[in-house]
């Protein structure tokens, strides 16, 4: 079954607004989780790596005004898309690993469609 | 820098054929894993098969073999007897070290298409 959990799976919203994206790891603890950025038949782009208690580290060209990541708990991390417009919209996906493992298996959630009118 | 090339932007076979799609790395860390993932087309993101850099066997996973030949860099999936339901993107990713909690890097991908 799935070890990452991501809600919700798709979003409408319209410009200006804020959307909220929650990705939760299921029975286990994640200190860092990640998130990535996919537009059709392309790659996916790591975003931001997200760390439970303090700030989250952002990829270059990346704004951290814009996307805004919460990790307040060792299980949940939360995407925010503040302001959204139309370009923002894509395919947004967080991934987790065990921690303390020696393979470092990134788990994805399934991912969240945004469509921003 | 780390890089991942993936250089078959698609592929066909026909079901019960095996296929390969292959992956090309850079990076100048000793120490790092090798993955593939596959994505249909709901999008999620399904891990298949994992090597390390120390990992002197090649990585097998059921119908699924990775062919990791360390000096060239390379690092391809073999799928064998291709099934309808394994057409899919394939994603290669790269990630630094053997410790959780680094990000992966990720090839653009191969679109594997299986007919009957």
């Known amino acids: 079954g799935a070890v990452v959990s991501q809600h919700p799976s798709w979003v409408i919203c319209k410009s200006g607004t804020s959307v909220k994206i929650e990705c939760r790891s299921l029975d286990f603890q994640a200190t860092t989780m990640f998130w990535y950025r996919q537009f059709p038949k392309q790659s996916l782009m790591l975003m931001a790596t997200s760390n439970e208690g303090s700030k989250a580290t952002y990829e270059q060209g990346v704004e951290k005004d814009k996307f805004l990541i919460n990790h307040a708990s060792l299980t949940l991390s939360t995407l925010t898309v503040t302001s959204a417009h139309p370009e923002d919209s894509s395919f947004y996906i967080c991934?987790?690993?065990?921690?303390?493992?020696?393979?470092?298996?990134?788990?994805f959630g399934a991912g969240t469609r945004l469509s921003v009118l | 820098a780390q890089k991942i090339t993936q250089t078959q932007p698609g592929m066909f076979v026909q079901e019960k054929e095996a296929v390969t799609l292959d992956c090309t790395y850079d990076t100048s860390d000793q120490s790092y894993g090798l993955f593939w993932y596959k994505q249909p087309s709901s999008g999620e993101m399904i891990f298949l098969i994992y090597q390390g850099s120390y990992d002197e066997q090649n990585a097998t996973e059921g119908r699924y073999s990775l062919n990791f030949q360390k000096a060239r860099k390379s690092a391809n999936l073999v799928i064998s007897a291709s099934q309808l339901g394994d057409s899919a993107m394939y994603f290669c990713?790269?990630?630094?070290?053997?410790?959780?909690?680094?990000?992966?890097?990720f090839g653009k991908g191969t679109t594997l298409s299986v007919s009957s």
């Open positions: 991934s987790a690993s065990f921690p303390g493992r020696a393979k470092n298996i990134q788990y």
């Open positions: 990713a790269m990630g630094s070290g053997n410790q959780a909690g680094t990000a992966l890097i």
